[in-house]
C-alpha cells in the first residue's frame, strides 16, 4: 500500500475514529521452538509511543491480558499500575483480549467451557475496572471459540450449537459488566474458520446488542478466498489472479453480510498466505503496510468496514486498531515499522474518519 500524502492534515482533519495500536504482536507466535521470545510490555508501549507522522501519534493501545504482559488474575493494585502505566506513554486502553485458549473452549467438555468462560469472566472484570479508573473510554472485549477446525467439522450443527450456547453464558457475564464481546474471525477457529461459519454462529447465539464481530483485514481476506471451507464460501472467481474489481466485489460481498455485525476493527495487511509460528496454530499472514506482497489496499478496503454501503459513514468504531501479528521481532524493533503503520492508520482516519 502507498503511504498516504495528506497525512500531515490528518489531525486537523479527522480526529475519529481514535488511532491504537495492538500489544499482542510482542506475544502471539512467540516463545517455543523457533520462534522469537516474546517482547515485554514495556518496550511495545515504548515503541508505540515514539512513533510519529508530521506531529501526529498513536491515542491509545489495546491489550492482551495474558503473562507476560498482564495476568488474567491481576489484583485491584495491578490494574491501577497497568492504568498509570499506559497512562504516562499519553494512552488510553481500548479492547482487552480475553486469554480463552488454555485448558478452555467455548465448543469443549463442561470443564473446557467452565475455563473459558472463567477467563472471560476475568477480562470483563479487568474490562471494567480500567473503565472505572477513567482510561478506557470504549472498546470490547475479545473471544474466539477456542476450538479447531478440525473438531468443528466432525459435527458442524452441533458444535456451532455448542459455541452458541457458551458464547450466550458468556453474554450474560458482559451484560453483567456493561461490557460486550466480539468474536475475531480466524481461519483456524472452529465455528468462526469462515465467513458463513462465522454468519451461522452469531446467528445461533442470538445476542446481536453483546456478541458482535471483530473484524480484521488479515484474516477477513482469507474469508473471501474461502479457505477452510467449501466451494460456497469463497467469494472470488474460481480462477481469480487479484483482479482490483474481483477483489473489491468479493470485500464488497463480504462486508454486506457482516457489518452490521462488526464491533471492532483491526486495521491489516495480509499476502494471501497462512503462517503459524511458536503455539499459535496457522492463520492470516500480517504483513507490514508496505510490504510487496499485500494484497490489500489498505484505506481503499478499509472503506467497507468503514462505511455503510450508500457511502455514509457508520460512526461504529470510536477507535481502530493496527494488528500486526507474528512479525519477527528484528522488524518490530524498527521505528520505521510503527511509523509507517501509524501513516497507513491516518490515511485511513482521513478517508473515514470524522470530527468531534
Not at 508530521?54 to 497497568?82: C, R, S
Not at 504516562?88 to 473446557?112: E, H, L, R
Amino acid at each position: 500500500m502507498k503511504k498516504s500524502s495528506k497525512s500531515s492534515k490528518a489531525s486537523a482533519k479527522n480526529n475519529f475514529p481514535k488511532l491504537h495500536n495492538a500489544m499482542w504482536p510482542g506475544l502471539v507466535g512467540k516463545g517455543g521452538p523457533g520462534a522469537d521470545p516474546a517482547i515485554d510490555l514495556d518496550t511495545m508501549l515504548d515503541l508505540t509511543a515514539k512513533a510519529e507522522v508530521n506531529g501526529v501519534k498513536f491515542d491509545g493501545v489495546d491489550i492482551f491480558l495474558y503473562e507476560p504482559h498482564v495476568n488474567i488474575d491481576i489484583t485491584d493494585d495491578g490494574i491501577q499500575a497497568l492504568a498509570d502505566k499506559v497512562v504516562a506513554k499519553g494512552f488510553v486502553v481500548g479492547s482487552v483480549v480475553a486469554p480463552v485458549w488454555f485448558d478452555g473452549s467455548a465448543m469443549g467438555n463442561d470443564s473446557q467451557r467452565a475455563n473459558w468462560l472463567s477467563a472471560v469472566r476475568k477480562a470483563c472484570r479487568i474490562a471494567k475496572k480500567l473503565r472505572d479508573l477513567g482510561v478506557r473510554p470504549n472498546g470490547v472485549v475479545r473471544i474466539d471459540s477456542a476450538a479447531s477446525t478440525s473438531d468443528w467439522l466432525k459435527d458442524p450443527l452441533a458444535n456451532t450449537k455448542r459455541i452458541a450456547q457458551t458464547f450466550r453464558e458468556a453474554a450474560d457475564v458482559a451484560d453483567d459488566h456493561g461490557e460486550k464481546l466480539a468474536a475475531e474471525g480466524e481461519i483456524c477457529w472452529g465455528g468462526m474458520h469462515t465467513w458463513r461459519a462465522m454468519v451461522d454462529t452469531l446467528e445461533e447465539t442470538g445476542r446481536p446488542t453483546t456478541v458482535g464481530f471483530q473484524a480484521d483485514m488479515a484474516h477477513t481476506l482469507l474469508y473471501t478466498l474461502g479457505y477452510n471451507g467449501g466451494p460456497e464460501d469463497r467469494l472470488v472467481p474460481a480462477k481469480f489472479k487479484w483482479e482490483p474489481k474481483a477483489l473489491d466485489a468479493a470485500i464488497a460481498k463480504l462486508t454486506a453480510v457482516l457489518r452490521d455485525w462488526t464491533f471492532d476493527f483491526h486495521v491489516a495487511q495480509n499476502d494471501a498466505t497462512v503462517k503459524g509460528s511458536g503455539s499459535h496454530d496457522k492463520t492470516g499472514r500480517h504483513c507490514v503496510v508496505n510490504d510487496p506482497n499485500g494484497k490489500l489496499d489498505i484505506s481503499k478496503h478499509a472503506r467497507h468496514w468503514l462505511r455503510n454501503e450508500d457511502g455514509t459513514l457508520t460512526r461504529k468504531f470510536r477507535h481502530i486498531c493496527w494488528d500486526g501479528c507474528m512479525f519477527p521481532n528484528e522488524v518490530m524493533m524498527k521505528p520505521e515499522t510503527w511509523n509507517n503503520i501509524l501513516a497507513s492508520m491516518i490515511a485511513v482516519r482521513d478517508q473515514h474518519g470524522w470530527r468531534e
